[in-house]
Structure formats: structure tokens, C-alpha cells
């Protein structure tokens, strides 16, 4: 299962909803990774807060307040992983992929790798992963992350927190 996207297809939200539909139990927790302190990494943490702000009826950890950032990934998520001992657990993150696919959504199943993209080894996260292109690839990607513009990640966030909340009016 995997679905693959760019935010601007007229359709996009009704088709990631439809994906999402099918995933989410009365289970489902979002995990949100990213940080505030960094633009391309701020992904995660606007779609936490978002969600937050909508009243989502599912847990939702990792917001532009509480952020799940590498520094505090670990104790978090082994926190989080308790609470919920049955959980699906949907994690939300930016990624670096192709030029042309920048602005790409993608669901499937299996973990995120927080970090990957950037040489950190963070440990994996998720049953399901919905990850953002927000830049591209390559040898410059720690530079890279730095220099993304706000109103891109914005975007694709709205997108992907629009997709989550439908799926839940449609299930």
C-alpha cells in the first residue's frame, strides 16, 4: 500500500483521505516529528498543532509547543508507546526526495527514519508513515533544510492535516 500525491492536485486531500480512511482504527495515534527551530523540519509539528487545533479525535503527540525533535525522540516515543500499548501508530514527517518531487505526499505502511536524510540515526517510528517532500536531495541536504520556504511547508501540512481529518469523518 502506498500513495503518492503533490499537494496542489485539485483532489489531493479527498485522495489521501480515501488512503487514510481505509488505515485508521479507533487505535490511531499521530505522532508528529520535527522541529519548530528549523524550517524543513517543521513538518511534523504544524500538522501536531493543526490537528490540535481542530479538535482531532485521535491522540496527536509532537506540536509546534511539544515538539518530538531528535534531542527528546527516544524518551518520548517509549513514553507514548505505553500509553498506548495497542496503538497504530501514524507518524508525520518531512523528507528530501527527487527535484521533481517536491511537494510530494506519501502514505505507506512502515516506519518513518527521522534524521535519515540529514546522517542522523534516529530510531524508526510508526506502523504508517505520511512524509512531505519539502526539498530535495543531495549533498548539501543539512544546508538545504535551512533555507526551505515557510510557505511550502505550510501548505503541504494544511494538506496532509485537511486528509486526516476527513478520513476520520468518512470512517
Sequence with gaps: METLIHY???NAVEILSQT????LTENTVVLCIGTDRCIGDLLGPLVGTMLEEKNFRFPVYGT???PIHAANISNAVKKIYRRHPTGLFVAVDASLGPKNYIGTIRIK?????????VGKTLPPIGDISITGIVDKSGDNSYFSIHNIRFGLVHKIA????DALLLATYLS
Design 64 to 66: 509546534l509547543d511539544e
Design 109 to 117: 505502511k512502515g516506519p518513518v527514519f527521522p534524521g535519515k536524510a
Design 8 to 10: 496542489e492536485k485539485n
Design 158 to 161: 494544511k494538506t496532509i492535516s
Design 20 to 23: 487514510l480512511k481505509q488505515i
